[in-house]
């Protein structure tokens, strides 16, 4: 039996693929389970986490067929997008950076899979939408929050109200995209950001990843609160002493303009 995501170690950056091509990524019951068994076989030493699909898109989203073959039940379809936000939430919430490596289509609960990637590389053939307002049902994975947040509300309402399908480029304008690869090099990209993720303090990276989208749900003192509390553990941390050595003996990179 061919497996549903593949997991291919790059030194501590673990390469997960989607591997559905034949039917786009959707994602049916048995992927989303193998995108959760993906997460939990991660090995002890991984750093960060590359999102890829295999084929000509990154993912077509819920899987129709299955949808409709199943004519579930409403508290059926509630469990299924529990189970999905349980398992987005992992990526998200993991504490290890994951970079999507995104081509194609990206759309409905592909989108709301890559909005719970940290870092999202797309390749120029790249496209997003929400079609679900079109085809009368609702975003399950996440969108309403994750999509939501990074392109506003009100540009969600409108991009499901009218099925609005945005290139690579308008994604970069909205954040969907925070990098748009040479073309076909989404993934060589990718992993190169992921190994230079890699090299971030662990610390740094789990806090980046736990608490920044957890403080953005508090009011602005339980956030003041929270963010000083993270930084006392992180700014306290084993890699302090080494890394900012570095800063006081003059060897460390210093923050240049870009280019
Ligand atoms: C699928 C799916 C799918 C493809 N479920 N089988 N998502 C959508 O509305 C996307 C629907 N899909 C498409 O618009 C197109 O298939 C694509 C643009 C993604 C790809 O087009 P193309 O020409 O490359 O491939 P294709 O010929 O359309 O699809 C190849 C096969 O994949 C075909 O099966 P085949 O047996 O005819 O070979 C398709 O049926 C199959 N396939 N997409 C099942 N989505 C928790 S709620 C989340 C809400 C949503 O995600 S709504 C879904 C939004």
Redesign the pocket.
Known sequence: MTELVLLEMHGAVALLTLNRG???N?IDEAMLAAIDAAISRLPAQTRAIVLAGKG??FC??????EHHGLARSAVDFMR??QE?HRVFDRLQYGGIPVIGALHG?V???GL?LAAATHVRVADPSTYFAL??GT?G?Y???GATVRVARIITTARMVEMMLTGRILDAQAGLTLGLAHEISAPGKALETALAIAARIAQNAQLSNYAICTSLARISDMSATDGMFTESLMAAVVQTGPEVQSRLGTFVDKTLAKVKPPG
């Open positions: 034949e039917r786009r959707a000509p898109h077509a989203g819920l899987d129709l067929r299924v997008c999905w289509a759309v409905g609960g709301e079609p679900e085809k049902i975003t399950g994975g």
